[in-house]
């Protein structure tokens, strides 16, 4: 990566954070045998709506190290943005701040930690499925 992680912007690793979550939500659901995408995509939900990533990531939070504990509060603090009907501003905040998370760890290239961090954050989410 030729631009220094902490000059992209939140948005963009908002962005790209989202598509690393829905990934591997993806892995997970499709290692569990469910076939069919109207099944896949009920299931998925789960996962990826803001109140779920929210208390996905209240799980992780301890586990961060600082630094990424200071990019996760970056993106929390990041303003702008939509919040869903289905959420509360808190909620969408912290969902916010995981996608960031997860987006700049996937540019740093650190997929073994974002698997970590993303079995922590739905241990339990994957037990129940």
């Known amino acids: ?10 948005g963009a690793l908002a962005y790209l954070g989202d598509s690393v979550i829905e ?3 993806r892995e997970l659901l499709v290692e569990q045998g469910i076939s ?15 109140s779920a990533q929210a208390a996905a990531m209240h799980k992780i939070i301890p586990l ?8 996760y509060k970056r993106g929390r603090n990041m303003s702008g943005g939509n919040v869903p009907k289905s959420a509360t501003m808190s909620e ?10 997860f987006g700049y760890l996937h540019l740093q290239g650190k997929s073994e930690r974002i698997g970590e961090l993303f079995s922590a954050a739905y241990a339990q989410d994957q037990n129940e499925e």
Do not use: P, Q
């Open 92 to 101: 969408y905040r912290a969902a916010t701040g995981m996608e960031v998370l």
């Open 64 to 71: 961060l190290s600082e630094d990424e504990s200071l990019v």
């Open 1 to 10: 990566m030729s631009k220094n992680l902490k000059e992209i912007s939140t």
């Open 23 to 25: 990934l591997k939500v």
């Open 36 to 50: 069919g995408s109207g099944d896949l995509n009920r299931a998925s939900l789960s996962f990826v709506k803001a």
